[in-house]
């Protein structure tokens, strides 16, 4: 006998209702994390990537076959979006993408012929103003119109990776090839919270997916009634707890750990953490 289909249809509402509702808050703390390190349409090209692998994936746990007609339905992107994901997927000369403007800026500059020095092979010393072969060129061609040369030029200047060169025609020169959008300790910092978060997100998916005998932990304590005047010592008192914890825990994967690495381990581990409103703007908690 099949189930009652107005009572899965309000089981699946209230399902998107739930993710819809606390999703913009996960989104906003990743933005805030990405804001000036990767551009927009490189997290939508990865986004949209990703979201094909996933569905063709998740197809194939299920016993469909992932074709591009079922890919379209389940990731609500149109059929020659999945076929160009799918090729450029398959394409082993695919070019890696730029994941900031600037980056793709200094490529061009240093690999398009019309911007180099025709003598050297290396990138010109360009006008900063006008058409054509300039900085301002240069500009509309790697980044486009929505950004201005002033904009990108103090971007650059601050990275250290241009000079300008002052005379009647101002011009600028490029003095390094690498440029770093963000510092590395806030890189390194970055690279760890990504990986912490997504961490996180397979102990969700795991007990998801698992019966409830083979779930993880994965839990949280909060309070709502904090006085502020008592967070620092909250905060010391808390890093207390977990550094204890911290020391446990490296005990007990020390005891299982194997002497050397073989194929067929397993990578297990365990997450602490302590959170809480830190920012002053309205974050929606």
Request: glycine content about 8%; overall charge negative.
């Amino acid at each position: 006998m099949s189930g009652n289909p107005q009572k899965k249809r309000i089981d699946l509402q209230f399902d998107a209702n739930a993710i819809t509702g606390i999703l913009p808050l996960l989104l906003r703390r990743l933005v805030r994390l990405l804001v000036g390190a990767i551009s927009f349409p490189v997290l939508v090209d990865m986004l949209r990537s990703i979201y094909v692998d996933e569905g063709k994936k998740k197809l194939e746990r299920s016993g469909s076959k992932p074709t591009k007609s079922a890919l379209a339905l389940i990731t609500g992107l149109d059929t020659r979006v999945v076929s160009s994901v799918l090729q450029d997927g398959q394409n082993p000369s695919q070019t890696t993408v730029n994941v900031n403007p600037e980056l793709a800026l200094i490529d061009l500059w240093n690999s398009d012929p019309f911007f180099q020095n025709p003598e050297t092979g290396k990138a010109a010393i360009l006008p900063i103003e006008g058409r054509g072969r300039t900085f301002q060129g240069l500009v509309l061609r790697s980044i486009g119109r929505n950004i201005t040369n002033k904009t990108v030029l103090d971007k650059l200047l601050d990275g250290g990776t241009i000079r300008v060169i002052q005379g009647d025609i101002e011009q600028v020169e490029l003095i390094s090839k690498v440029y770093f959008p963000i510092s590395s300790d806030y890189a390194r910092s970055l690279e760890v919270g990504l990986l912490e978060s997504s961490r996180v997100l397979s102990a969700v998916i795991h007990n998801i997916q698992s019966e409830p005998e083979a779930r993880v932990p994965q839990q949280g304590r909060w309070t709502y009634r904090l006085d502020p005047k008592n967070y620092l010592d909250f905060r010391k008192k808390a890093r207390a707890l977990l550094e204890k914890q911290i020391k446990e825990g490296d005990e007990l994967l020390e005891e299982y750990e194997e002497g050397e690495k073989q194929s067929g381990q397993l990578t297990v581990g365990i997450g602490w953490y302590q959170w809480g409103d830190h920012y002053d703007d309205n974050d929606g908690e």
